[in-house]
């Protein structure tokens, strides 16, 4: 996937809200999770994140108008390349608070992108990358986040070593409301009660008992 064939803020928004929401359910234990999302992490602002345990990671600031999706990938070509060092310098003013923000490793940075709702076009620096495959982690990171539920599915047999069937990934990625019985179907030892607090920090819809 290219940096501009990705979602729009307001669709990734929703998709990294079920792709959190599907990792809270298979994996109750929050270290061991790669998914996270955090609807209320500031007035206004939401974060969704990535984390492989290893060092790579990424993050995606949601603003009212806008959103930055930063990531680092430590086994790419940016990772040790001094162009890494002028990713962030096209960053507008506007996208300040999220490159100040210390929880998003801004140091440790192979890309940027950003999308202001003004024109809905995603934007990156205009570095002259040498020739070669997924130069600065994108198209690694991006894969799981265009929107097919089968790159999930994929993913989560590999990582987690389970089978959900497309159906109830459908059915998250369509934001149907949690209920027991979804919940269920996707991991038969976990309660919808047991998630109520991931529910509430990823504003998930969810039927109340």
């Keep these: 996937m290219n940096k501009s064939d990705l979602l729009g803020c307001s669709a990734l928004f929703r998709l990294t809200q079920s792709i959190a929401m599907i990792d809270a359910i298979v994996c109750p234990d929050w270290e061991m999770r790669y998914y996270s999302f955090n609807a209320k992490w500031s007035d206004g602002q939401s974060v969704a994140s990535m984390r492989d345990g290893s060092g790579s990671h990424w993050f995606i600031h949601y603003l009212s108008f806008g959103c930055l999706f930063k990531g680092f990938y430590k086994d790419c070509f940016m990772a040790t390349s001094d162009l890494r060092f002028n990713i962030l310098k096209e960053v507008p003013v506007l996208f300040q608070e999220s490159i100040n923000e210390p ?107």
Excluded: R
């Design 103 to 209: 929880a998003f490793m801004m140091n440790d940075t192979t890309f940027c992108i950003w999308q202001s709702s003004i024109d809905s076009v995603w934007e990156y620096n205009t570095i002259d990358l040498p020739n070669g495959n997924d130069i600065d982690g994108f198209i690694k990171f991006s894969s799981i986040l265009d929107g097919d539920p089968k790159s999930y599915q994929e993913w989560a047999e590999d990582y987690f070593g389970v089978e959900i069937k497309i159906d109830l990934i459908e059915a998250i990625y369509s934001h149907v409301p949690l209920n027991e019985k979804l919940v269920y179907q996707i991991n038969p030892d976990i309660t919808l009660q047991d998630l109520n607090e991931d529910v509430l920090e990823i504003g998930y819809p969810c039927i109340k008992q």
